[in-house]
């Protein structure tokens, strides 16, 4: 893990709503894996704690996230240009690489909205050895990201894009049509998802794993914000920056 | 240039400590920072037994800082000395152990099996703990159980008993005042200011506990003007807390009379601040003629017909 300054390469948008920001970094290019996030110090003073972001993609020495502007920190990120430097901190937290073994063969991606941000690179690093399908929800169609995926799937909440509905619907349905040999499921996205499609994965007898959200001071273990509550075991809470951000939804108590 | 300080016995490498809860326990960052180049490492504030904390929400950003509940979650004094203090070895920095009770009891119980240890240094002591048999009350607010406090733990501790006071009473200088009576080596200042935030979308508190303690720069002022109090009431250290993310911060806190200075919340941003913070010090001094950061110490320059208590704001 280092502390960094790096240059911005380039912002772009990917929809009307979503932004890439590019920028150069040889050490997080060569060390990061995918589901991991850097924490970056967005203003000199304003906001005073870092943003973390998921690291979207990598390539060659470049290493890009992607945002929705949403508040503070998001809306100063958007007017950055390139030339200009970033503070960035990272990689930071575990990764989904770790999730990845021989106990399956189909690798189910589900990401709601922004979610989306740790699939294409890890797919970049899976699409070898597994067969994958990605479900992607979202608002409406400015909301989807779909490049670099595979095997993609498609729900908007107003029918903009894909299948009208939530992606659990979509998922339920793809299901009930389609045979996915001992499949494993990746989710991303807001919590109340990721709840509702953990327990459908659980009914049908399937491992899965979430990347968690939670309001972070520090990213790195310093402050103890950030617990989120487990379903027995030693502790009572885990830390998602630190010990996540990827927990086995079994051992979570949503 | 001289840059070190001694409390008691001990003598610190440099004024610039970072504080407790921000750092974890020392081991968390060793790749990011050298941690031999600070002068202490206050732990995370230890109980007998290990806490949980809070439930989350434990955080929000405010403006220019954060509100925290953490809930002073640790993993207990058994766990720190089996597991964190031989890790510890390996750094040349001094261990200021913090420690959390909810019983004058159990702050002698926590010390005793920490004095026992020779890779800690000194200790301070977290009053803004609720006082259980008080109903929960913080012990920091009572200017008699903050006395009785120092009292029994000076009995049972040679090394620097440092007590951290809360801001959150009227006249911090009374309390300051009662623990140098009963011995204390120093008073650090402030712990974090009792505030709240509101999610206006839920009509919910942003953090579950409601209310909890507001840290970084803007409590700065409030700090400021708690150590310049507390420096005109008592002639034992006082160590300056709140806000501080520069080296100019620092300075000011110098100025105004502070010995030592702690970084917190600016430690999440940049967990480096602290040797930042030394450099930056040193240099100023070094600009400035002093060749002992002692001599930058109490230097304020005031109108010396107004005092503090005749001034109306
Ligand atoms: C591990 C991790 C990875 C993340 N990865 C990404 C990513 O790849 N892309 C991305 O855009 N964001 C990501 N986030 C969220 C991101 O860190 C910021 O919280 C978010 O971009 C908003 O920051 P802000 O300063 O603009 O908003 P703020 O000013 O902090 O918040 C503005 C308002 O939006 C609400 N809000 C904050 N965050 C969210 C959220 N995530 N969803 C819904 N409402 C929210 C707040 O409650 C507040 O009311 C990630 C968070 C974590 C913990
Ligand atoms: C997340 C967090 C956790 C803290 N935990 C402790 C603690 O365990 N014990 C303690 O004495 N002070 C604790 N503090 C208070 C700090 O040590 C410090 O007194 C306060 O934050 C003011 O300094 P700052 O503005 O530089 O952060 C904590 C502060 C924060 C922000
Ligand atoms: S965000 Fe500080 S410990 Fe996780």
Known sequence: MKQEIVPIHSLEFLSKEILELTFISEYLASTAKP??????????????????????????????????????????????????????????????????????????????????????????KLYNNKQIVTFLGGRHKEQIIASGLQNIKIATD????????????????????????RPRFFLCGPTRMMKAVSEFATGIGADCCASMECDMACG???????????????KKYRLVCKEGTIFETKNLKF | MIESFK?????????????????????????LVDISKLGGVVTKSLSMKPRDGNPNPRITETASGMLNSIGLANI?????????????????????????????DEYCKVLELLDAQQRVHG?????????????????GTDVKLVSLITKELRQRTRKPLIIKLTPNVTHISEFARACEAEGAD??????????????????????????????????????????????NAVKIPVIGIGGIVSW??????????????????????????????????????????????????????????????????
């Open chain 2, 76 to 104: 207990g004094v058994q766990k720190y000395i089996s597991d964190k203090l031989p890790v510890l070895k390996k750094y040349d920095t001094k261990i200021v152990a913090n420690i959390a009770a909810s019983s004058v």
């Open chain 1, 158 to 181: 107003d029918g903009s894009q894909g299948f009208k509905g939530t992606v659990l619907d979509l998922i339920k349905d793809d299901f009930s049509k389609n045979m996915y040999k």
């Open chain 1, 220 to 234: 790195i273990g310093l402050c103890q914000g950030c617990n989120i509550e487990m379903n027995g075991g030693d």
């Open chain 1, 35 to 124: 589901g991991q996030f850097i924490n970056i110090r967005v203003g000199d003073n304003f906001p005073l704690l870092r943003r973390p972001f998921s690291i979207f993609n990598v390539d060659e020495n470049r290493v890009s996230i992607v945002f929705n502007v949403i508040g503070t920190g998001t809306k100063v990120l958007a007017r950055k240009q390139k030339g200009e430097t970033i503070d960035v901190l990272g990689p930071c937290g575990n990764d989904f690489l770790s999730f990845v073994d021989d106990s399956f063969d189909t690798a189910v991606f589900v990401a709601g909205g922004i979610g989306v941000a740790p699939f294409r690179f890890l797919t970049k």
């Open chain 2, 7 to 31: 409390i008691g016995d001990v003598e610190f490498k440099n004024r610039i400590l970072v504080a407790s809860g921000t750092f974890g326990y020392g081991d968390e960052v060793p790749d």
């Open chain 2, 186 to 231: 120093a008073v650090s200042l402030i712990n974090t200011v009792i505030g709240m935030a509101v999610n206006i979308h839920k009509r919910t508190p942003k953090i579950a506990t409601t209310t909890g303690g507001l840290s970084g720069p803007a409590i700065k002022p409030i700090a400021l003007a708690k150590v310049y109090e507390t420096v």
């Open chain 2, 123 to 139: 200790f301070e002591i977290n009053v803004s703990c609720p006082n259980v048999k008080e109903g929960g009350l913080s012990f």
């Open chain 2, 248 to 313: 100019e911060d620092a300075v000011e806190f110098f100025i105004v009379g502070a010995s030592m200075v702690q970084i917190g919340t600016a430690n999440f941003i940049n967990p480096a601040t602290g040797i930042t913070v030394a450099e930056g010090v040193k240099k100023y001094c070094e600009n400035n003629g002093f060749d002992d950061v002692g001599r930058l110490v109490r230097t304020l320059q005031t109108n010396k017909t107004i005092s503090i208590v005749d001034s109306w704001l």
